[in-house]
């Protein structure tokens, strides 16, 4: 799912499934980790720049591996079900964090879009730059869930306030700059109802789990936060709302 390329001491690790948009299926995820597992233990890699091939950097988690989570991780007890669904969560969070156990510094080179799961690994690399097109969404309230990987608890440390990652939380809007300014009181009067419906229409169970692990996150660790939300996700992840969104998102 990936290729991997040395020259010059700059080490290239290319999401490699532009068919799909570059979606990241288990396979991906388990890649991630060996490459920069590699990238770490080889000394002729000095840096590692993180790209997407074809018309997107990333589409984000796969849908296809979504709607096998449920079988997976299932067990005859709702308990043990929980459980194995909290411990794939964290093996998912334990690939991106390979990214900061590298010792060598990650630069992700983004275009297109850059969606969900793309936004959680591109929160690991050390330096983050993007093309004109780069549109960036944390994309999971669409889906009816927490983003749990990754981008609640590192994002707003990334970008300086807590503010506007809360906005693209809660909404899935996606944008290609980090300030928005309205022109006259009579448009801001109008953007920020047309935020606030954007909010009123998505899961309010998701919504309620990504406050609370925003708000968590603001004044604990990331190892903290990631575990909070791990928990958070094995316990409501597995919703009437998750099953509609990803049922609705496969069929278009």
């Not at 080490?11 to 299926?25: F, I, Y």
């Not at 194995?84 to 690939?95: F, G, K, M, P, S």
């Not at 869930?145 to 899935?172: H, N, S, W, Y």
């Not at 290609?176 to 954007?198: C, M, W, Y």
Request: glycine share 8%; with cysteine.
């Amino acid at each position: 799912t990936l290729t991997v390329t040395l020259d010059e001491a700059i080490a290239t690790v290319r999401l490699a499934r532009p068919d799909k948009a570059n979606a990241m299926n288990l396979a991906m995820w388990h890649d991630i980790r060996r490459a920069f597992e590699w990238i770490d233990g080889t000394p002729a890699a000095r840096v590692a720049v993180l790209e997407g091939e074809g018309k997107h950097f990333c589409a984000g988690i796969d849908l296809q591996m979504m709607a096998g989570l449920l079988p997976q991780v299932h067990d005859d007890c709702d308990g043990r079900t929980r459980e194995a669904l909290r411990r794939v969560i964290l093996d998912l969070q334990d690939t991106l964090t390979s990214l900061e156990r590298c010792r060598k510094p990650v630069l992700a080179a983004v275009h297109g879009v850059c969606v969900g799961g793309g936004v959680d690994l591109i929160c690991c690399a050390d330096m983050r730059y993007a093309a004109a097109d780069a549109q960036f969404v944390i994309k999971e309230i669409d889906l009816g869930m927490v983003a749990d990987v990754g981008t609640l608890q590192r994002l707003p440390k990334l970008i300086g306030g807590q503010g506007l990652v809360r906005e693209l939380a809660f909404t899935g809007r996606a944008v290609d700059a980090v300030n928005r300014v309205f022109d006259s009181p009579k448009t801001l009067q109008a953007g920020v109802r047309e935020i606030a419906a954007a909010i009123a229409a998505k899961s309010p169970l998701a919504i309620r789990g990504i406050k609370e692990m925003l708000n968590y996150s603001r004044d604990h660790s990331v190892a903290d936060g990631l575990n909070q939300v791990a928990t958070w996700n094995a316990a409501m992840l597995l919703s009437d709302d998750l099953t509609a969104a990803v049922t609705a998102a496969q069929q278009r």
